[in-house]
């Protein structure tokens, strides 16, 4: 069965500092692999997609950046963290598809920055 | 353009049918999906419901498709303190990729 994992959990950063959150999916090859970010009270935006090794598309400017080094990972990065940024960050996959395929989502990752 | 609607809380007394409404703008969405997401976890696919369908059932649970309102809703029996959670209408919306758009979110609270 396919599995997908997050980490880390849980982040308390600095403004102006780095970050990485990754994520990896077991049990299937070639997904689609997402980022969405959550911010407090509103629904999920989706801040990039995948759909193969270093190919990425990104749907909101902003001040973070995603990398695909290997088939089933994705990280989410920052050179320097905004206030801003702050959310719960979700990871997702899906099989590919013309159309209307269900995506799966990991367990998120909570980033506050101060 | 591309917009999800939904309200943002509903309480419940346990025992009560609980139901959820979505409104979607893209006609051309192909599926429409319910996700659950408990405090502090990531979201949880609860169903789904193709676009050609009017309703689907699934124990507990029926989705109810109005196309030509773009209309969704999701109908919990029986509900229980184990059902308080955010509910997400998500739809498959236009292009490839399956990305989703999600609404705002329905906070579900279930009170004795």
């Known amino acids: 069965s396919q599995t997908i994992h997050q980490w880390p959990a849980t982040l308390v950063q600095p403004v102006g500092s780095p970050l990485s959150l990754e994520c990896t999916v077991e049990?299937?090859?070639?997904?689609?692999l997402y980022w969405y970010r959550q911010a407090a009270g509103r629904g999920l935006q989706l801040l990039f997609y995948?759909?193969?090794?270093?190919?990425i598309s990104s749907e909101v400017p902003q001040n973070l950046s995603a990398s695909r080094p290997q088939d089933r990972q994705f990280i989410l990065s920052s050179k320097k963290l905004l206030l801003s940024d702050s959310g719960f960050y979700l990871c997702?996959?899906?099989?590919?598809?013309?159309?209307?395929?269900?995506?799966?989502f990991g367990e998120g990752s909570w980033l506050t920055v101060v | 353009g591309e917009d999800v609607e939904q309200s943002l809380f509903l309480s419940v007394r346990e025992g009560d049918s609980s139901v959820i409404n979505c409104t979607y703008t893209?006609?051309?969405?192909?599926?429409l999906y319910w996700y659950k997401q408990e405090p502090g976890a990531g979201l949880q696919l609860l169903t789904y419901?193709?676009?050609?369908?009017d309703m689907k059932q699934d124990q507990r649970l029926t989705v109810l498709l109005n196309k030509k309102d773009k209309h969704l809703s999701l109908r919990i029996a029986d509900t229980q303190t184990g059902d308080s959670a955010i509910y997400f209408c998500?739809?498959?919306?236009?292009?490839?990729?399956?990305?989703?758009?999600f609404g705002a979110g329905t906070r579900l609270a279930v009170h004795p």
């Open positions: 997702a996959w899906s099989v590919k598809r013309s159309s209307g395929n269900t995506i799966y």
């Open positions: 893209d006609s051309s969405s192909t599926y």
């Open positions: 998500a739809e498959s919306g236009p292009g490839g990729y399956n990305k989703l758009i």
């Open positions: 995948s759909v193969g090794i270093g190919q």
């Open positions: 049990g299937t090859s070639n997904p689609n």
């Open positions: 419901i193709f676009s050609n369908m």
